[in-house]
T-cell receptor, first 112, second 112 residues
């Protein structure tokens, strides 16, 4: 059974601080996605990473895919209250099937 | 519509009853996914359709759960003899090429 572990589970920080959340697995991902989910809504895709070592930036968010494609991180610079939400990683372990296994999530709260 | 829609948004049913949850994907999206999300958890994969056929139904927890997509567009998730443990938010997502999944707002199912 492939499992995705995310850490930390909960994070409460002040506006302006930086943070990093992690997504780890014992298995190799074919591709990995990061989502953000707000209460009462479905997850919204932030980024997809495919190549080991890949780094993608989305405004203040930086996503990194591990060289061995077993881990990923999401770094937020100068967090804002609008960044508050549940951050989920989702891995596709078998190329071409597009069957995504979601992690347990990191619940982020940014205080003004 | 512009996005994935799910109906009903909320469903309360008694233990033992039958329920149907509907998903309208984005027009032109051939792939459709169902997930279940319990409070504080990431979405759990249930089933994935490519066109009309179920490409992977390995996430359906037991034979009380069944999903159809007869014309390759709208999908219905059917749950027989509901149990209290079935209470969760049921999410639907659609995708054109597999990588980018667009989620609906979910149906919150409560079994009393």
């Amino acid at each position: 059974t492939q499992l995705l572990e995310q850490s930390p589970q909960f994070l409460s920080i002040q506006e302006g601080e930086n943070l990093t959340v992690y997504c780890n697995s014992s298995s190799v991902f074919s591709s990995l996605q990061w989502y953000r989910q707000e209460p009462g809504e479905g997850p919204v895709l932030l980024v997809t990473v495919v190549t080991g070592g890949e780094v993608k930036k989305l405004k203040r968010l930086t996503f990194q895919f591990g060289d061995a494609r077993k881990d990923s991180s999401l770094h937020i610079t100068a967090a804002q209250p609008g960044d508050t939400g549940l951050y989920l990683c989702a891995g596709d372990f078998t190329s071409g099937t597009y069957k995504y296994i979601f992690g347990t999530g990191t619940r982020l709260k940014v205080l003004a | 519509g512009a996005g994935v829609s799910q109906t009903p948004s909320n469903k309360v049913t008694e233990k033992g009853k039958y329920v149907e949850l509907r998903c309208d994907p984005i027009s032109g999206h051939t792939a459709l996914y169902w997930y279940r999300q319990s409070l504080g958890q990431g979405p759990e994969f249930l089933i994935y359709f490519q066109g009309t056929g179920a490409a992977d139904d390995s996430g359906l927890p037991n034979d009380r759960f069944f999903a159809v997509r007869p014309e390759g567009s709208v999908s219905t998730l059917k749950i027989q003899r509901t149990e209290r443990g079935d209470s969760a938010v049921y999410l639907c997502a659609s995708s054109k090429e597999g990588y980018e999944q667009y989620f609906g707002p979910g149906t919150r199912l409560t079994v009393t």
